[in-house]
T-cell receptor, first 112, second 115 residues
Framework: GNSVTQMEGPVTLSEEAFLTINCTYTATGYPSLFWYVQYPGEGLQLLLKATKADDKGSNKGFEATYRKETTSFHLEKGSVQVSDSAVYFCALSTSNDYKLSFGAGTTVTVRA | KAGVTQTPRYLIKTRGQQVTLSCSPISGHRSVSWYQQTPGQGLQFLFEYFSETQRNKGNFPGRFSGRQFSNSRSEMNVSTLELGDSALYLC??????????????FGQGTRLTVV
């Protein structure tokens, strides 16, 4: 079946620090990959996605590259802000699955 | 364009009761999925509907059921509530299957507390 392994948190950073959240996956079939973000008291928002190998998804300064050879989709941001404090979820879906499979989530706290 | 609307936002129910949660997808979206989020188990898939047909179901007991109406609105029902059913229930809508790369848009969720 499909599964996502995400680096455990929590992660605490200072403003303007570099953020990396590791994500690896196993999938039956060719997956689409996603990063979602959840702010306190809210649902999930799509941050970025990639649908084929070597695609780079990017949004709001965040980037992630679909690496088929290492089955990874690591999230990076060069300079975080306090407003980036949230829980980040890596997810995948395959065309025959009709669902998103999520990682456990990584809580990120950015201090001023 | 209105987002995904879930009602109610908060619910408190007694063990043994049943509950119905509602989800109105984004206009034009025909796929609606439900997820349960708990601190211990994370985000777990419940079921997905497309044009009133259930296409996939997660590993939950039969007490959890759902349906989709012709206008794509969806409801999920949990009967004989247990304390462990306390969770945030999230609904997501998309144009098509996420496996094709279609974006899933989530509602704010319904926070169910079973006492």
């Amino acid at each position: 079946g499909n599964s996502v392994t995400q680096m455990e948190g929590p992660v605490t950073l200072s403003e303007e620090a570099f953020l990396t959240i590791n994500c690896t996956y196993t999938a039956t079939g060719y997956p689409s990959l996603f990063w979602y973000v959840q702010y306190p008291g809210e649902g999930l928002q799509l941050l970025l996605k990639a649908t084929k190998a070597d695609d780079k998804g990017s949004n709001k300064g965040f980037e992630a590259t679909y690496r088929k050879e290492t089955t990874s989709f690591h999230l990076e941001k060069g300079s975080v802000q306090v407003s980036d404090s949230a829980v980040y979820f890596c997810a995948l879906s395959t065309s025959n699955d009709y669902k998103l499979s999520f990682g456990a989530g990584t809580t990120v706290t950015v201090r001023a | 364009k209105a987002g995904v609307t879930q009602t109610p936002r908060y619910l408190i129910k007694t063990r043994g009761q049943q509950v119905t949660l509602s989800c109105s997808p984004i206009s034009g979206h025909r796929s609606v999925s439900w997820y349960q989020q708990t601190p211990g188990q994370g985000l777990q898939f419940l079921f997905e509907y497309f044009s009133e047909t259930q296409r996939n179901k997660g590993n939950f007991p039969g007490r959890f059921s759902g349906r989709q109406f012709s206008n794509s609105r969806s409801e999920m029902n949990v009967s004989t509530l247990e304390l462990g059913d306390s969770a945030l229930y999230l609904c997501a809508s998309s144009l098509e299957n996420s496996g094709t790369g279609a974006k899933a848009f989530f509602g704010q969720g319904t926070r169910l507390t079973v006492v």
